[in-house]
């Protein structure tokens, strides 16, 4: 580790841990940014899709002419016409040789699965045109069962969604004799909790434009996944790869949702190719909550073993996860993502888990913030909370008694992963200080004494994570189609400016300022000199995108790498100028100079010398620049302790989160301002899930939950003032030290947050509260408690 | 979502607009902030010929104290109605009910009158508009009419405005001294409608209370009062004997069923927040 540090320290510099504002956002908040929806191109077409009403239907009959008739309107298209050349949408996560991976045409051809499934599409000369044809198309449906309930959809002769049946695949996990921890243990909680569906909700709606010459073609998408886009749309539209430029312009958010290869992308470019003209797509919000790809919805049935003083002996894991209708790109994956972080930070000597999944006739479930790693640190940290009311003991003092303790580091969990490095202790004992743990606790004692209305209940967390979703080698033993190396190139101008090229794809993390950080301070060059580019094809040749919190622990490390290069370089033509030793040339705040003399050059004067080229070292290629792609050893492990008190009212069955208290350790790192943002927002998202997100469905398969006055999203005034701080423990694989912080929040807050409701009602018999906790959900927990105590 | 097409027209006199009205049509529509309109346009749940916009109609907007009565112009927005010195000091409930609408995004924009005109139940100006007995002022091409409160929501969005009729203003009757006010609204986030709204006035003498009236927000397809409530408080001492009037809060209501709540967990809250709203308007008389 100290040698990581030394590393650290050798950027030098006053840039990396500095809370630099962004340097984006003067244009992404004021909107003066090509948003893909603001761009405009001669000649362009508008698309808007007609979809489903129906959650599962035969296509009997398709009329689009209607359409053509209208005003404005260019074109008309059902799936039956575009059969021939719109392939089936990819799955890039085969998680089981046996894997059911059906066929997913872009347009529905013959059967609809859920309601929102597209089914032909409209191409006019504007929006409203586009719009107002969709209600000329003539559609006619013959009604199939709905499958809506994955327990229901796993029995024998219940209605299937495809052909094949509603299993997907089973995979499991084991480690440890798990029949003998479960034999005879003094303590069993045995619980199944319910991770609704919830419907990630980017600022900016997904929007994208595709053009053509006839021969190149262009897609801008509000996508967080330019590269990998391009190398899918070319395996499934057919356009070369080398004919096939993706730009992700400024992108809105994505929260996972944009890591996708979606219909919509793939019509588009369809429909460039066949009409020859730029077309235009742009969801509305309503649209999206039907189609944007869900997340969570996982029945997870949990079972702890422990000895009676609360020291875990194995955990076992059954679970079912709804794909919904189809397999999208990493649909299967998400679930094996938590597959290793149920154990979370604590040891035991048997692991098992099992995990199924199903086929429903509803909108196809993917990655949303903190995918598969929300799901299991809620399953354990709630059965933590379980434990401790079951023998009688404080959970935090449950948790001591089972955590890796700071000494045992790098350990090697019962999932088999390594967590190099990790300090429970020390962000729990800053996080009870700020909390004011003990005094809470005693005002919670006396409302209970009281039998007072709003009772007080206190919630942790103590979560890990696994981020910078890295090793290739890893990935593929999982089976996963992609690598998790990420690229970089650094490149200094004539006059001393720098670019960054990065192979990550921002969508609101501020990569252009951390990025600029952390090369102003390795080259030694102002952090206004740094300008980064990304998120287009023909400019950034490689890379992996941004997701899974891996952007700056795999591609900062790239960019390190490639600045490492970028002076390693010049130091030798600065030696060759100083007719020097390239030994005896040391480099320090953007100056080599000859070790015992006065000489030096800058770096931007070397720039300049391999521009002109007049006097290189032989064999030096002009120009200073360089490049590095990275593939890490090994993901990283962020963890912290979240505490929260929340005030719950018994009569409305309202609850009030009084206080918010997140101590994290995301390793080192490069922009406080950065992390605090991605802190808040991750919390926020987090406590969304405990009390207010759910998308329903109703008993027909229709999506209730179409607009924002019925899928809840809270807003600041909701959400209370959250204390953080940090405890900094770096991460020794890689050279900053750093481990990633973009879904830490989100994994963290919601069992914080049900486990405070939960200790607020304890004294009235309850054990849980499904999530979302909504104050009916509460008042009828509480109330089905007092009939039965009755 | 995007609206089908439609006429904009402008006017900007209230003749203008009745005419306007007039001409356009069975399928023309009034619109005022607009927030609660176009939505079902962009829904595509409406779809009006052509929208007049008396947004510009000067005499439609502004708060005036006319001696008995508070009179409040429709297209004067939430924002205003919160800070009027006027609504404030003679019908502080409209006021206390007005600053719980929304965000204050959503205040700059709504007007009081479309509030009212919309008769969207889960609102919360119509039930203030019940339990204060409210006069509604409209205006048509043929002449001028008054509509009591009481008359003027006939079912769920559907108010006694005919087509071609304009709701001018609001006639607030000052209740005189003694009187107590609160607004209690459950709600699951601060920008979300009332799951449950209870308005309160009371009037309180030597600690028991003399007169109630108690207005339900979201109870049924329209706003009503809770005449049990002010039939039992009449009298009563402001203690427990409030609990129990307050208990009487879903009689005769008809709450309804959506994703935010179930009709019996309604009614249980109507009776918990009318319980609260009686005690904090008894404990804060005004005047
Ligand atoms: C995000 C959001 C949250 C909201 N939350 C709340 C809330 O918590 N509580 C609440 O009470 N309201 C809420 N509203 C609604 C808000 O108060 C609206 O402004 C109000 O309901 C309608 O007023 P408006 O001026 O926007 O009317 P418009 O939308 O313009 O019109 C509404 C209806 O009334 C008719 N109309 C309007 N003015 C007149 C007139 N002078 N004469 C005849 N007919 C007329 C229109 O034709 C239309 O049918 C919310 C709205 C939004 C967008």
């Given at each position: 580790?100290?040698?990581?540090i030394k590393?650290?320290?050798?950027?030098g510099?006053?840039?990396?841990?500095?809370a630099?504002?962004?340097?984006?956002d003067?244009?992404?908040?004021?909107?003066?940014?090509?948003?893909?929806?603001?761009?405009?191109?001669?000649?362009?077409?508008?698309?808007?899709?007609?979809?489903?009403?129906?959650?599962?239907?035969?296509?009997?009959?398709?009329?689009?002419?209607?359409?053509?008739?209208?005003?404005?309107?260019?074109a008309?298209?059902?799936?039956?016409?575009?059969?021939?050349?719109q392939?089936?949408?990819?799955?890039?996560?085969?998680?089981?040789?046996?894997?059911v991976?059906?066929?997913?045409?872009?347009?529905?051809?013959?059967?609809?699965?859920y309601?929102?499934e597209?089914?032909?599409?409209?191409v006019?000369?504007?929006?409203?045109?586009?719009?107002?044809?969709?209600?000329?198309?003539?559609i006619?449906?013959?009604?199939?069962?709905?499958?809506?309930d994955?327990?229901?959809?796993?029995?024998?002769?219940?209605?299937?969604?495809h052909?094949?049946g509603?299993?997907?695949?089973?995979?499991?996990?084991?480690?440890?004799d798990?029949?003998?921890?479960f034999?005879?243990?003094?303590?069993?909680?045995?619980?199944?909790?319910?991770?609704?569906?919830?419907?990630?909700?980017?600022?900016e709606?997904?929007?994208?434009?595709a053009?053509?010459?006839?021969?190149?073609?262009t897609?801008?998408?509000?996508?967080?996944?330019?590269?990998?886009?391009?190398?899918?749309?070319?395996?499934?539209?057919?356009?070369?790869?080398?004919?096939?430029?993706v730009?992700?312009p400024?992108?809105?958010?994505?929260f996972?949702s944009k890591?996708?290869?979606?219909?919509e992308?793939?019509?588009?470019l369809?429909?460039?190719?066949r009409?020859?003209?730029?077309?235009?797509?742009?969801?509305?919000?309503?649209?999206g909550?039907?189609?944007?790809?869900?997340?969570?919805?996982?029945?997870?049935?949990?079972?702890?073993?422990?000895?009676?003083?609360?020291?875990?002996r194995?955990?076992?894991v059954?679970?079912?996860?709804?794909?919904?209708?189809?397999?999208?790109?990493?649909?299967p994956?998400?679930p094996?993502?938590g597959?290793?972080?149920?154990?979370g930070?604590?040891?035991?000597?048997a692991?098992?888990f099992?995990?199924?999944?199903?086929?429903t006739?509803?909108?196809?479930?993917?990655a949303?913030?903190g995918?598969?790693?929300?799901e299991?640190t809620y399953?354990?940290?709630?059965?933590?909370?379980?434990?401790?009311?079951?023998?009688?003991?404080?959970?935090?003092?449950?948790?001591?008694?089972?955590?890796?303790e700071?000494?045992?580091?790098?350990?090697?969990t019962?999932?088999?992963?390594?967590?190099?490095?990790?300090?429970?202790?020390?962000a729990?004992?800053?996080?009870?200080?700020?909390?004011?743990?003990?005094?809470?606790?005693?005002e919670?004692?006396?409302?209970?004494e009281?039998?007072?209305?709003?009772?007080?209940?206190?919630?942790?967390?103590?979560?890990?994570?696994?981020?910078?979703?890295?090793?290739?080698?890893?990935?593929?033993?999982?089976?996963?189609?992609a690598?998790?190396?990420?690229?970089?190139?650094?490149?200094?101008?004539?006059t001393?400016?720098?670019?960054?090229v990065?192979?990550?794809?921002p969508?609101?993390?501020?990569?252009e300022?951390?990025?600029s950080?952390i090369?102003?301070?390795?080259?030694?060059?102002?952090y206004?000199?740094?300008a980064?580019?990304?998120?287009?094809?023909?400019t950034?040749h490689k890379?992996m995108?941004?997701?899974?919190?891996?952007?700056?622990?795999?591609?900062?490390?790239?960019?390190?790498?490639?600045?490492?290069?970028?002076?390693?370089?010049?130091?030798h033509?600065?030696?060759?100028?100083?007719?020097?030793?390239?030994?005896?040339?040391?480099?320090?705040?953007?100056?080599?100079?000859v070790?015992?003399t006065?000489?030096?050059?800058?770096?931007?004067?070397?720039?300049?010398?391999?521009?002109?080229?007049?006097?290189?070292?032989?064999?030096?290629?002009?120009?200073?620049?360089?490049?590095?792609?990275?593939?890490p050893?090994?993901?990283?492990?962020?963890?912290?302790?979240?505490?929260?008190?929340?005030e719950?009212?018994?009569?409305t069955?309202?609850?009030?989160?009084?206080?918010?208290?997140?101590?994290?350790?995301?390793?080192?790192?490069?922009?406080?301002?950065?992390v605090?943002?991605?802190?808040?927002?991750?919390?926020?998202q987090?406590?969304?899930?405990?009390l207010?997100?759910?998308?329903?469905?109703?008993v027909?398969g229709n999506?209730?939950?179409?607009?924002?006055?019925?899928?809840?999203?809270?807003?600041a005034a909701?959400?209370?003032?959250?204390?953080t701080?940090?405890?900094?423990?770096?991460?020794t694989?890689?050279?900053?030290?750093?481990?990633?912080?973009g879904?830490?929040?989100?994994?963290?807050s919601?069992?914080?947050v049900v486990?405070?409701?939960?200790?607020?009602?304890?004294?009235?018999?309850?054990?849980?509260?499904?999530m979302?906790?909504?104050?009916?959900?509460?008042?009828?927990?509480?109330?089905?408690?007092?009939?039965?105590?009755a | 979502m995007?609206p089908?097409?439609?006429?904009?027209?402008r006017?900007s006199?209230?003749d203008?607009?009745?005419?306007?009205?007039?001409e356009?049509?069975?399928d023309?529509?009034?619109?005022?902030?607009?927030h609660?309109?176009l939505?079902?346009?962009?829904?595509?749940?409406?779809?009006?010929?052509?929208l007049?916009?008396?947004?510009?109609?000067?005499?439609?907007?502004?708060v005036?104290?006319?001696?008995?009565?508070?009179?409040?112009?429709?297209?004067?927005?939430?924002?205003?109605?919160?800070?009027?010195?006027?609504?404030?000091?003679?019908?502080?409930?409209?006021?206390l009910?007005?600053a719980?609408?929304?965000?204050?995004?959503?205040?700059?924009?709504g007007?009081?009158?479309?509030?009212?005109a919309?008769?969207?139940?889960?609102?919360?100006?119509?039930?203030?508009?019940?339990?204060?007995?409210m006069?509604?002022?409209?205006?048509s091409?043929?002449?001028?009419?008054?509509?009591?409160?009481s008359?003027?929501?006939?079912?769920?969005?559907e108010?006694?405005?005919?087509?071609?009729?304009?709701?001018?203003?609001?006639?607030?009757?000052?209740?005189?001294?003694?009187?107590?006010?609160?607004?209690?609204?459950?709600?699951r986030?601060?920008?979300?409608w009332?799951?449950?709204?209870?308005?309160?006035?009371?009037?309180?003498?030597?600690?028991?209370?003399?007169?109630?009236?108690?207005?339900?927000?979201?109870?049924?397809?329209?706003?009503?009062r809770?005449?049990?409530?002010?039939?039992?408080?009449?009298?009563?001492?402001?203690?427990?004997?409030?609990?129990?009037?307050?208990?009487?809060?879903?009689?005769?209501?008809?709450?309804?069923?959506?994703?935010?709540?179930?009709?019996?967990?309604?009614?249980?809250?109507?009776r918990?927040?009318?319980?609260?709203?009686?005690?904090?308007?008894?404990?804060?008389?005004?005047?």
């Open positions: 580790m100290t040698e990581q590393e650290r320290e050798a950027l510099g006053a840039e990396v841990g500095r630099r504002r962004r340097k984006e003067a244009r992404l908040i004021t909107g003066r940014t090509q948003w893909t929806d603001n761009i405009q191109l001669p000649g362009m077409l508008h698309v808007a899709f007609l979809r489903s009403p129906m959650a599962h239907a035969r296509i009997t009959r398709v009329d689009a002419s209607g359409a053509l008739a209208r005003p404005g309107v260019v008309a298209f059902s799936g039956a016409d575009l059969a021939g050349e392939g089936s949408l990819p799955c890039a996560w085969p998680v089981t040789e046996d894997i991976i059906p066929d997913h045409p872009p347009m529905a051809v013959d059967e609809v699965r309601v929102g597209a089914v032909a599409c409209v006019a000369i504007d929006r409203y045109a586009a719009a107002d044809a969709l209600e000329a198309v003539e006619d449906y013959e009604p199939l069962d709905p499958v809506l994955m327990t229901e959809a796993l029995k024998e002769g219940s209605p299937k969604v052909e094949a509603n299993k997907s695949f089973t995979w499991k996990f084991a480690e440890g798990i029949d003998a921890a034999r005879d243990a003094p303590v069993v909680i045995d619980r199944t909790y319910v991770q609704q569906r919830l419907i990630p909700s980017a600022m709606p997904r929007a994208v434009v053009q053509t010459d006839g021969d190149q073609f897609l801008h998408s509000s996508t967080q996944i330019p590269h990998i886009l391009r190398v899918m749309l070319a395996l499934t539209t057919g356009i070369p790869e080398h004919k096939l430029r730009i992700a400024d992108v809105g958010g994505g996972g890591l996708q290869v979606t219909a992308e793939v019509l588009c369809l429909l460039t190719r009409m020859g003209k730029p077309v235009k797509w742009t969801e509305s919000r309503s649209e909550n039907l189609t944007v790809h869900h997340g969570r919805d996982q029945l997870q049935h949990i079972r702890l073993a422990a000895e009676s003083d609360g020291r875990v194995a955990v076992q059954d679970l079912l996860a709804d794909m919904g209708a189809y397999l999208m790109l990493v649909t994956g998400i094996l993502l597959a290793f972080m149920y154990s930070i604590y040891k035991m000597d692991y098992d099992t995990c199924t999944g199903v086929f006739t509803k909108m196809p479930t993917d949303y913030r995918a598969g790693r929300p299991a399953a354990i940290e709630r059965v933590m909370d379980e434990l401790a009311a079951e023998i009688g003991v404080d959970p935090m003092e449950v948790r001591r008694r089972n955590w890796i700071h000494s045992e580091f790098p350990y090697t019962i999932c088999n992963l390594t967590y190099d490095s990790g300090n429970y202790e020390a729990t004992e800053r996080a009870l200080a700020l909390f004011g743990y003990d005094k809470l606790r005693a919670q004692a006396d409302r209970r009281r039998r007072d209305p709003v009772q007080l209940g206190i919630g942790i967390s103590t979560y890990t994570e696994m981020c910078g979703l890295a090793p290739s080698r890893v990935l593929g033993s999982l089976s996963y189609g690598g998790g190396w990420e690229h970089a190139d650094v490149r200094m101008l004539p001393g400016k720098v670019e960054v990065t192979g990550t794809s969508h609101g993390q501020g990569h300022t951390a990025w950080q090369v102003a301070d390795s080259l030694g060059v102002p206004e000199d740094v980064v580019l990304h998120g287009d094809t023909a950034s890379g995108d941004t997701y899974g919190s891996r952007s700056l622990a795999v591609g900062g490390i790239a960019v390190v790498r490639a600045c490492d290069k970028v002076k390693e370089k010049a130091r033509v600065a030696a060759h100028l100083l007719e020097a030793s390239p030994d005896d040339v040391e480099f320090s705040e953007g100056r080599f100079q070790r015992g006065g000489a030096s050059r800058t770096i931007q004067e070397i720039a300049l010398a391999t521009f002109a080229a007049h006097d290189l070292p032989d064999g030096f290629e002009p120009r200073l620049d360089a490049s590095a792609t990275f593939d050893d090994s993901f990283s492990f962020p963890h912290g302790t979240h505490l929260c008190a929340v719950v009212d018994t009569e069955g309202a609850t009030a989160i009084r206080s918010y208290v997140a101590v994290d350790d995301v390793g080192a790192v490069v922009n406080p301002l950065i605090e943002g991605q802190v808040h927002g991750g919390i926020a987090g406590i969304a899930q405990a207010f997100e759910e998308a329903v469905y109703d027909d999506l209730l939950t179409t607009t924002m006055a019925d899928y809840l999203l809270p807003s909701d959400l209370p003032s959250f204390v701080d940090r405890t900094e423990t770096p991460a694989t890689n050279p900053l030290g750093v481990k990633g912080v879904e830490a929040g989100t994994i963290a919601t069992p914080a486990n405070a409701i939960v200790d607020a009602l304890r004294p009235y018999g309850v054990h849980d509260v499904r979302p906790c909504t104050p009916e959900r509460v008042w009828r927990t509480l109330r089905s408690r007092e009939e039965e105590s | 995007i089908a097409s439609f006429d904009y027209l006017p006199t209230l203008e607009a009745l005419t306007m009205l007039a356009a049509g069975e023309a529509k009034v619109l005022a902030g607009g609660s309109l939505p079902l346009l962009r829904l595509r749940l409406a779809y009006p010929a052509a007049v916009d008396v947004g510009r109609v000067a005499e439609l907007r502004g005036a104290d006319r001696g008995d009565h508070v009179y409040i112009g429709a297209t004067t927005t939430h924002d205003e109605v919160v800070h009027s010195p006027i609504v404030k000091e003679h019908c502080p409930l409209v006021a009910a007005t719980t609408v929304a965000d204050p995004a959503v205040r700059h924009r007007t009081f009158g479309g509030s009212l919309h008769a969207d139940p889960a609102g919360d100006l119509p039930s203030v508009a019940v339990a204060l007995d006069e509604f002022v409209v205006h091409p043929t002449g001028r009419r008054t509509v009591p409160a008359g003027f929501f006939l079912d769920y969005l108010s006694a405005l005919e087509p071609g009729e304009i709701l001018a203003g609001v006639r607030v009757p000052k209740l005189g001294p003694g009187w107590g006010f609160h607004y209690e609204k459950f709600h986030t601060a920008q979300a009332a799951t449950v709204g209870v308005a309160v006035a009371v009037r309180r003498s030597n600690g028991t209370v003399e007169e109630a009236r108690v207005g339900l927000t979201n109870m049924g397809p329209i706003p009503v809770a005449s049990g409530v002010e039939e039992a408080v009449r009298g009563a001492e402001a203690g427990e004997s409030l609990r129990e009037a307050a208990g009487r809060a879903d009689e005769g209501t008809d709450p309804p069923a959506d994703l935010h709540a179930q009709p019996d967990y309604r009614r249980h809250l109507a918990v927040l009318t319980h609260r709203a009686l005690l904090s308007a008894a404990a804060h008389p005004t005047g």
